[in-house]
């Protein structure tokens, strides 16, 4: 297992065109602006879980996606992922089980029979978070 970093990455000024080309205006966000991309998840968590494909995990915890789209069960879950998600935001990290992740190991074989390198599969602990919060953009 591995951890990602605690702190966010810095984004240089040509990243930032590549993904917000008309939005800005002289670098800057207008208030309206900042509102929309900063400040606490409130409802989008929902239509996050519905961007997944089907038959899938979201997370380490092995949990179905399925399991999550039963409407009762969501709303007995939602404001405790909504208070998790906003904890993060509001200590500027993600928790130690967020950050964790799996990396699997796939031996691929030729028709021959011999093994080639290896596909190295990658999941992160928490990828519903990062939709969710995905979700506002």
């Not at 080309?21 to 606490?40: A, C, F, S």
Request: glycine share 8%; aromatic share 14%.
């Amino acid at each position: 297992m591995f951890s990602f970093p605690s702190h966010p990455l810095p984004l240089n000024e040509d990243y930032s065109k590549e993904f917000f080309p008309n939005n800005i205006r002289n670098g800057k966000l207008t208030n309206v602006q900042e509102d929309q991309y900063e400040g606490q998840i409130r409802g989008r968590t929902f239509e996050a879980i519905k961007s997944f494909q089907s038959g899938k995990t979201p997370g380490l915890d092995g949990i179905p996606l399925e399991v999550y789209y039963n409407i009762l069960f969501f709303y007995i879950l939602k404001a405790l992922l909504l208070d998790c998600f906003n904890y993060s935001y509001r200590n500027g990290s993600l928790s130690g089980t967020q950050q964790e992740g799996l990396i699997s190991l796939l031996l691929k074989q030729d028709p021959d029979g011999k093994y080639k390198d290896p596909v190295y599969l990658k999941k992160t602990g928490d990828p519903l978070h990062f939709n969710v919060v995905m979700q506002k953009y």
